[in-house]
């Protein structure tokens, strides 16, 4: 089975563990501060605040930004469930804005109409797919109307627009080192911010909102990161660009193969087409800044001849494994109907969800995997 994603750990990863294992501290320490100021200098921002996952990154980031009970907080119709379960935790209430025409990410136009009629206190762009979202219109609304800004970089370790990496352009960025992320640490995340009473609010309220260890001076949470998550993702920033590049060398070459495949539709995804007419892939993930994730296909069911669902178990049972996740918009999701969300319908949300899937394009993966999964894809009859 050609995997889709799977944790890409050597030797040094295994060496820094062990040696946090001989040395008896295992929380919060040295090594934890040391990686927070590594990813703080690698995202560009004065502060980064390691917790022990993403949604707790977000969770974290809400209430240091002071959001609660009657506030409002935009959200993408598409993305991982945490997105807006973080905003439940803080009694908040999620608005959907749809996602671009374009593109799989929010539409900044979605976001202006929704300002305009209603009193919101955050949005929480979401760079999907390790794509970024449209940042520069997105912060021109929040300057306008003073509404904080979260970006959700848990897919998207080292994007950038215009050289300048996601999760610094917000009030805050979150990030999770999920096994399956383009780095990892097993478990764990980090909140990237300019903000120093942010950072101090989030480090007090990961540790029990303890402000030294006999005064709790605010409701908290054990959310902290261990050293040997520490001394992982320590090793696994230093090699996250080749990572990346590596991904985007796949990318690049399963395009450009399944350019003649009429039942991918790549209309929803204007990269597609830039990335199979270069010649130089390193200077396009330069320019265009995206990290993928996946390698994101959108299946056109009607040139197929079958439901994407079908597809999927297809190319599973010939040995390539592809992720088919977000189904649904997650306005849809059962949880949310006592929101008032259910009854929502975003049209390009709609459009999408359910049937697109995400090829394999692990950094270590060879020419022959490549070759494997672009000939089973393109037998698929």
Same mark, same amino acid.
């Given at each position: 089975?050609?995997?889709?994603? %799977?944790?890409? +750990?050597?030797? /040094?990863? *295994?060496? @820094?563990?062990?040696? !946090?294992?001989?040395? #008896? ?86 976001? %202006?109409?929704? +300002?305009?009629? /209603?009193? *919101?206190? @955050?949005?929480?762009? !979401?760079?999907?797919? #390790? ?251």
């Amino acid at each position: 089975m050609i995997k889709v994603s %799977k944790p890409m +750990v050597g030797q /040094e990863e *295994i060496d @820094a563990v062990a040696e !946090v294992l001989r040395s #008896g501290n295992y929380v919060s320490g040295k090594k934890v501060e040391e990686f927070e100021k590594a990813f703080a200098e690698y995202i560009g921002t004065d502060y980064a605040v390691a917790v022990n996952s993403g949604t707790s990154a977000l969770h974290l980031s809400l209430l240091s930004l002071g959001i609660g009970k009657g506030d409002k907080v935009i959200v993408p119709p598409l993305s991982f469930f945490a997105t807006i379960e973080a905003v439940l935790y803080t009694g908040a209430t999620p608005v959907f804005a749809d996602i671009a025409p374009d593109s799989f990410n929010i539409d900044p136009e979605a976001i %202006k109409m929704i +300002v305009k009629k /209603e009193d *919101i206190q @955050a949005i929480i762009p !979401v760079h999907f797919m #390790g794509i970024p979202a449209d940042m520069k219109p997105i912060m021109e609304i929040s300057e306008v109307r003073d509404i904080y800004v979260i970006e959700d970089s848990a897919q998207a370790h080292g994007a950038s627009i215009e050289s300048r990496k996601v999760g610094s352009f917000g009030d805050v960025g979150c990030f999770s080192f999920y096994s399956t992320k383009n780095m990892t640490t097993g478990e764990g995340g980090m909140i990237t911010t300019d903000d120093p009473s942010i950072a101090h609010l989030s480090k007090i309220m990961r540790s029990h909102g303890m402000l030294d260890r006999n005064n709790h001076v605010m409701l908290g949470y054990n959310y902290r990161m261990t050293e040997m998550e520490a001394a992982m993702g320590l090793i696994q920033l230093k090699k996250l660009d080749e990572m990346n590049a590596k991904r985007w060398r796949n990318t690049t070459y399963l395009y450009g193969k399944l350019n003649d495949v009429v039942w991918i539709d790549t209309s929803y995804f204007p990269c597609f087409k830039a990335v199979v007419e270069t010649t130089d892939f390193y200077k396009f993930y330069q320019k265009e800044g995206s990290v993928f994730y996946w390698c994101p296909v959108l299946v056109n069911e009607k040139e197929l001849g079958m439901k994407t669902e079908k597809l999927v178990k297809l190319l599973r049972e010939k040995g390539v494994e592809v992720r088919y996740r977000y189904k649904k918009p997650l306005y849809k999701q059962p949880v949310l109907r006592g929101y008032g969300c259910n009854k929502l319908y975003l049209p390009n949300a709609e459009k999408v969800a359910g049937r697109y899937i995400g090829l394999p394009n692990r950094s270590e993966m060879s020419k022959e995997d490549l070759d494997f999964v672009i000939k089973t894809i393109k037998e698929v009859k």
